[in-house]
C-alpha cells in the first residue's frame, strides 16, 4: 500500500473515504451545492480563500459540515481568484510553505471557534498537479502542513512527490483518486483544456469509483489501464451535477459492499 491511511476494512471487506471540494463560494457568488454534496461524502475539503472561500463562506461550511457528521480539511490553494487556483504561478518553495501554513491556520481558526478538529489537507488545482512532480513544492507542502500538526493527514496522487515527501516527515498520507477525471497513461489527471477531461455521466463515474476499489485500476484516456491504490475518492464540488454524482458514488461503492468512511 503506497500509504499509512488503510483503504481495507476487517476482514475481507473494503474501505474507502469518499471526499469533495467545498466552501468554494465567494461573496455574493455560489458555486456548487454543497448542502447536497454533504448528505453523500465523508470528508470535506473546504477552500480557505485564496482559489475560493471567504471567511464568511469558510466557517459556515465547517458549521454545516459538522452538523452533516462530515470530517473536514483544508485545501489550499494558489492566491488566483480569478483562475480558480487552476493556474500554474511562478513561486518559490519558500512562498509556497508560506501560502499553505497560512491557509492551514485560517480555516483551523474556523473549525476551533466551531467546535471541529481538522483532519487532513489536500492542496487544491495547480499546486496539487505540481505538487506531483516537483519535489520541491511537494517538500514545501508537506513541511507546512508537518510544522503546523503532525497529525493531519496529507492527502495526494498516489505515487506523487507530494506523498513521498510526507511519508519522509513522518505525516499520514492518503493517495487520493478521481471518479470524475480522466486520467493519462500515467496516471496523472488530463489537462483541462483537454476534451473529455471531466467525466459526468453518472453511471460511468461509478463505474470507475468501484473499479478503483475493488481491483485498484482506472481505464486512461487511451484506453490503457493505470494501476493505482487508493483511500480517498473525489467527486469535484463544482462539477455541474457533483451532488448527482456524489450520491450515486456513494451507493454504488455500498452496493459493491464497500464501507465508505472518513479517512
Known amino acids: 500500500m503506497s500509504s499509512d491511511v488503510p483503504s481495507e476494512s476487517r476482514g475481507t471487506r473494503l474501505r474507502i473515504d ?13 458555486i456548487g451545492h454543497d448542502g447536497l454534496l454533504l ?5 470535506g475539503s473546504i477552500a480557505c480563500g485564496f482559489h475560493a472561500g471567504d471567511p464568511s463562506v469558510m466557517r459556515q461550511t465547517v458549521r454545516a459540515a459538522s452538523r452533516a457528521g462530515v470530517s473536514i480539511g483544508a485545501h489550499p490553494g494558489f492566491p488566483d481568484l480569478i483562475g480558480f487556483g487552476r493556474r500554474e504561478m511562478k513561486v518559490e518553495a519558500r512562498e509556497v510553505a508560506d501560502l499553505v501554513l497560512y ?3 485560517a480555516i483551523h481558526a474556523m473549525a476551533k471557534a466551531e467546535g471541529v478538529a481538522l483532519r487532513h489537507v489536500k492542496p487544491h488545482g495547480a499546486l496539487y498537479n505540481m505538487s506531483v ?19 493531519l493527514v496529507l492527502v495526494g496522487l498516489p505515487g506523487s512527490e507530494l506523498l513521498s515527501a510526507g511519508a519522509r516527515l513522518g505525516l499520514r498520507v492518503a493517495a487520493e483518486a478521481f471518479a470524475d477525471r480522466s486520467y493519462e497513461p500515467d496516471g496523472t489527471l488530463t489537462p483541462r483544456n483537454l476534451s473529455g ?7 460511468r463515474v ?18 490503457s489501464t493505470v494501476s493505482l491504490k487508493a483511500d480517498t475518492i473525489c467527486v469535484h464540488g463544482d462539477t455541474p451535477n457533483a451532488a448527482e454524482l456524489a450520491a450515486a ?9 464497500v464501507d465508505v468512511k472518513a479517512l
Not at 197 to 203: K, W
Not at 206 to 223: C, H, I, S, Y
Open 39 to 43: 448528505r453523500s461524502i465523508t470528508s
Open 18 to 30: 469518499l471526499n469533495a471540494d467545498i466552501g468554494e463560494s465567494f461573496g455574493i457568488y455560489t
Open 133 to 151: 512532480r516537483r519535489g520541491e513544492i511537494a517538500e514545501a507542502i508537506a513541511r507546512a502542513v508537518a510544522s503546523f500538526d503532525g497529525a
Open 249 to 257: 458514488v456513494r451507493l454504488g461503492l455500498e452496493q459493491a459492499g
Open 103 to 105: 491557509q492551514v491556520g
Open 197 to 203: 477531461s471531466v467525466v459526468s455521466e453518472p453511471g
Open 206 to 223: 461509478v463505474e470507475r469509483a468501484v473499479r478503483m476499489v475493488r481491483d485498484g485500476t482506472v481505464a486512461a484516456r487511451d484506453g
